[in-house]
């Protein structure tokens, strides 16, 4: 079977990395296409993915998303037609679905956010929808994913990648390359998407918690911007204690090395709790259900107050307490490539 992948935002790349050599082992041959966006042809070139590069970011507007997802739609579809493909695979790329579906190949999409807007078009259009058991099946209904294509599966899509991880002693040195030395306390942030769709509000508490790590002198933060406009907003800010690298780091070794994590998106949340990382989220919109659960199970902190910034714990962790759900890849292979 000819499986088309594409990769549409950064977190894809290690989560199909981990993937492709299970469906290569089965015989099946793989084509990948990415997206200019956020680093993840960067990341999927270093991981020799060697993916085909079509189309960019849309912007933060619904109109430059709309008009995005059509001119990239119709030149994944131009680049896919003659190429045989049997089965194309991605996480909710829409762009690619919409392709797929116009050309008659089946799509399985995996999601694993339940109020992200654009599931109305991927869980329509898709052949096969696959999200992890916490996910609301009202949420499903609502988007258009009838009970006959939806799978399930157990853990997190995190935990496909980062079960068997051991961290690299060697990143130790790009560190210290950077200027984080082994006893200084680091603190790895990711902002918010401001330009994403489903976070369409304002967020000022993952710059109050930066102010107050940054003064604290045992500290160094490794703040990862999303956009070229957040690394010019935060470098005007002069902070003296925070770092952007220019090149793309290796994220599971990253966080590993981190004393705290903290994010108001998902996925990076989520790798630190599946690696036993401490990990904050200020994210303020509605929460996947996915995280819930990671409060409840204590692997994830929520923060949504000025007073819970102030009561924070940072120091250094005592060690990496990694799930080990090595049974989930397998899982998530054999629905993907489930017969009709």
Do not use: C
């Amino acid at each position: 079977m000819r499986i088309w992948i594409d990769l549409a935002n950064s977190p894809h790349v290690p989560f199909f990395r981990a993937l492709i050599p299970e469906f290569v082992e089965r015989g099946h041959q793989v084509e990948i296409t990415a997206r200019d966006f956020a680093q993840t042809v960067e990341l999927a070139t270093k991981a020799g993915m060697m993916p085909h590069v079509i189309g960019r970011h849309g912007g933060g507007t619904f109109r430059g998303k709309a008009g995005n997802l059509i001119g990239r739609a119709a030149a994944l579809r131009k680049w896919a037609r003659d190429r045989g493909f049997d089965l194309a695979v991605s996480h909710n790329s829409y762009a690619q679905i919409s392709a797929a579906a116009a050309l008659g190949i089946k799509t399985v999409t995996l999601m694993d956010y339940e109020h992200q807007p654009a599931n109305h078009l991927a869980f329509r259009l898709a052949s096969r929808v696959i999200v992890p058991r916490p996910f609301p099946a009202e949420e499903l209904r609502k988007y258009g994913a009838s009970t006959r294509k939806v799978r399930r599966y157990d853990g997190m899509k995190e935990d496909v990648y980062l079960a068997d991880f051991a961290p690299d002693p060697r990143f130790a040195e790009a560190l210290r390359k950077l200027g984080v030395a082994s006893e200084d306390v680091l603190v790895v942030a990711r902002p918010p998407a401001r330009e994403a769709l489903y976070h369409r509000f304002e967020n000022e508490l993952f710059d109050e918690l930066i102010i107050h790590l940054s003064s604290r002198p045992e500290v160094k933060i490794i703040l990862l911007p999303r956009s070229d406009a957040q690394r010019a907003e935060y470098e005007s800010r002069n902070f003296s204690n925070v770092i952007m690298p220019r090149e793309a780091l290796d994220g599971a070794n990253l966080i590993a090395a981190a004393d705290l994590v903290v994010s108001a998106g998902g996925t990076m949340n989520r790798e630190a709790a599946t690696l036993g990382v401490p990990a904050v989220s200020v994210y303020a919109g509605k929460w996947a259900a996915i995280d819930e659960e990671l409060v409840r199970e204590g692997r994830l902190r929520r923060i949504s107050g000025n007073e819970e910034i102030d009561s924070l714990p940072v120091g250094k962790k005592s060690g990496l307490r990694v799930r080990r759900a090595t049974h989930v890849r397998k899982q998530v292979v054999d629905l993907i490539l489930e017969p009709s």
